[in-house]
């Protein structure tokens, strides 16, 4: 039986107009991996946030290592050995790894006044020899994978003597080789007793690497369960509070004919090789492949975000010169991008500037004055349309979970009302219930006539809304399959890994 590390109980926050918390427990044991599980907005980074010291409590204990603590600042949790590694690692790119791990804490030298790097250096290397991790101390971490930026985060986090980690969505950037070498860690700082709080939407992850399983859903605790008693139905069900069918395929209609977009021999260096395809007013046409096959790269030079090479782009059967994504946007084309937070939405403004954003030059006054009237309503007619969870158009994007910034995303391209949008991992870093919305969006806009480019990792999420399948391996499109029945996975993945020339 594992000895208790953490126990969490009754614990409720409230932000002005939202309940974020209301009565909330979770427990976690010493060597155990709990996955905390549920909706964006359920309320699981609010609670990891007052355990870390980020936000206080309104009621409620936490109870650590078997005495009643508070936490008033994520110095104090540091101290407890209470660490949390965020979604968006927090690293100094210009700084060398060991210098990222021990910033504020360096060793100092002569007179306590300069640097000891060797010092410096040798601590890493002993963390990383504890985690059997292969770094260079003195690598500049912006030389690093986004893998290795991980192990650094990981290493700075136990330098702390953590006994308590906390991983968000620690896969969302890997791949399968990154996410095994990921695995071989956290089973390693289980067999030395540390508590892993494991928040993830990746549901096939679950099975791998953890114990047990605590949902919450609204704010609210719905239940805890082992792991290796549930069924992935059971924990989705859990979480969302309703079934949801994840086999489903696009109804194939008889699709309109009319070409809207047609791309002919796009190169750019070693990224896209002699790319062509066409895409169909009211059709999605998903784009799978592996990472670095190139899709990212061929949505960017279709919205003019990287020159190219050579290669033609014809809008409604009309060669277009698209050098820029103002081009692009003037031609019809939105591109929602995988980085939302970098270059999707504006993070720090409301969200009706960001809805307004692309078009702001339609609510201009005569006199330059900005016809803010106009504004509300257009934001208030998009939130309701989109299903916006926000008390208002005046809520910092900030503030919503990750599903309703990306519809905040939607919504500016819907306003600019771009004929065809080209969603780069449309679903990354949300949770299943949100996806479920953004399937459903995605397909009215479809039915509306929208056509749609959706680049996607995940050939669920490909199969599930795809008309046709165009897969990429090294910058070439590799085969188009029809989705049908005899479309599958293994068929996807044969294409994805197929060398041309």
Known sequence: MSKLLLKMEGISKSFPGVKALSNVKFELNEGEVHALLGENGAGKSTLMKILTGIYQKDAGTIEYQGKSIEVPDTKAAQRLGISIIHQELNLAPHLTVAQNIFIGREPKGLFNLFLDEKELNERAQKLFERLNINLDPRELVGNLTVAKQQMVEISKALSFDSKVLIMDEPTAALTDTEIDALFVIIRKLRRDGVGIVYISHRMEELKKITDRVSIMRDGTYVGTINTKDATIDQIISMMVGRKIDNNQRPIIKQQNREKVLEVKNLNRGKAIKDVSFELYKGEIVGFAGLMGAGRTEVARAIFGADPLDSGEI?????????????????????????????FGVLVGMDVKTNIAISTMKDYLKPLGWMDTSKIDKQAKDMIEKLKIKTPSGNQLVKNLSG????????????????????????????????????????????????????????????LRMSHRVIVMCEGRITGELKNNEKTTQEAIMTLATKRIG
Do not use: C, H
């Open 403 to 462: 599903g309703n910034q990306q519809k905040v995303v939607i919504g500016k391209w819907l306003t600019r009302d771009s004929d065809i949008l080209i969603f780069d991992e449309p679903t990354r870093g949300i949770d299943i219930g949100a996806k479920d919305e953004i399937y459903r969006l995605l397909n009215e806009l479809a039915e509306e006539g929208k056509s749609i480019i959706m680049i996607s990792s995940e050939l669920p999420e490909i």
């Open 314 to 342: 014809l809008v409604k059967g009309q060669k277009v010169n698209i050098k820029s994504p103002t081009d692009a946007v003037q031609n019809g084309i939105g591109y929602l991008s995988e980085d939302r937070k970098q």
